[in-house]
């Protein structure tokens, strides 16, 4: 262990979560504001360059806290689409990783919220890897503002909850992360800007909607049936489909935002005409728009059973399918595959050990 894994961590407190903390040591609640300021929108992690506290001040945190909770490790650039990986190494050193992804109007970062994933998708490389344990909050928003730092402080726009792990199955720090990028933050990213993805756990949906964080949700769907998605998504056995459609609507009524729904195209396992049917279906019950994802190779993986056989849909296929979700009046975005080439794409992020 390093004297800095000993420091006390304030990297992941919140405004009022700081001012108690000066409190109790007899400094004036006001430097939890200072404090604040200084390390999420100045994104300092250097106690002695704060030039609004007190010198002594400034010593003492310097000695007994710390405002770093990750290193980074490599960046990795996609020569093909501008997407970045990063290699994170926390101080227990666990390695997570973090992508930004440029596009002609925005930049979007896709952070984790675990180390690796308790689910085991059967189409997903971090599900594949096992799972190690829960970030901190400050590991969480600490993606953020290092990636922030290192492309410039006004380079990222939106952010998605889209990387490794399960959001909801880590709901306190992810929820005090939103708080910080959402509620706290003079820079704040604009909510409508933040996006959770979940595979669905339906109590937490509820959680979050009763919550005053105000947030865009986004379900992996990936199939309307309970069978197929149980196949293909374990967890389905356990919150069924149904459950988390109603869960969804309770969440689209309290916050009056529309739901998103992720669809990996997976060759004749979803992308039927009876799929068509079942999405346009459901669609028709709430306010929804459907995220077309194709599948990104898992291979480095390796992976044996289903996940072995799991094949992508074929381009003119999603097109097709796309055109027939649109005809039934359903908006359908196409989420190109962008970062393959690094294993950065979705669902392919996973950390050897
Ligand atoms: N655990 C959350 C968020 C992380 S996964 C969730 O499951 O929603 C982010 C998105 O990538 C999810 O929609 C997931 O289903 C999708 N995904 C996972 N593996 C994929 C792959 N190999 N190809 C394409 N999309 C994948
Ligand atoms: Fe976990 Fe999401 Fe991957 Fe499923 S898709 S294993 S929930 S990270």
Sequence with gaps: ?????????????????LREYFETIGESKFRGEQLF???????STDFLEMQNLPKALREKLNEGCSLKTLDLITVQDSVLS????????????????????PEKDRSTLCISTQVGCPLDCKFCATGLMGYK????????VDQYFMAAKENGKKSITNIVYMGMGEPLLNFNNTLKSLQIFTTEL????????????????????KELADSEIRVK????????FENIRTLIMPINKKYSLAENIEAIKYYVKKTKTR?????TMLQGINDREEDVKALAKLCKQLPAKINVIPFNSIAHMAPDGISGELAPTSRNKIYDFVEKLRNNNITVMIRETQGDDIAGACGQLAVKY
Excluded at 37 to 42: E, G, K, L, V
Excluded at 82 to 101: A, H, M, P, Q
Excluded at 133 to 140: C, D, K, P
Excluded at 217 to 224: G, N
Aim: aromatic share 8%; hydrophobic share 35%.
């Design 37 to 43: 300021n200084w390390m999420y929108n100045h994104l």
């Design 186 to 205: 003079n820079t704040a990213i604009s909510r409508n800007r933040i996006t959770v993805s979940t595979s669905g756990i339906p109590n937490k949906i």
């Design 259 to 263: 739901i998103t729904f992720e669809y």
């Design 133 to 140: 344990r829960n970030l901190t909050v400050g590991e969480i």
């Design 82 to 101: 501008g997407t970045k990986k990063y290699l994170f190494r926390t101080e227990d050193e666990k390695n997570i990783e973090s992508v930004v992804i």
């Design 217 to 224: 949700l986004a379900l992996s769907l990936h199939s309307c």
């Design 1 to 17: 262990m390093t004297t800095e894994n000993k420091k006390y961590q304030l990297k992941g407190l919140t405004v009022s979560e």
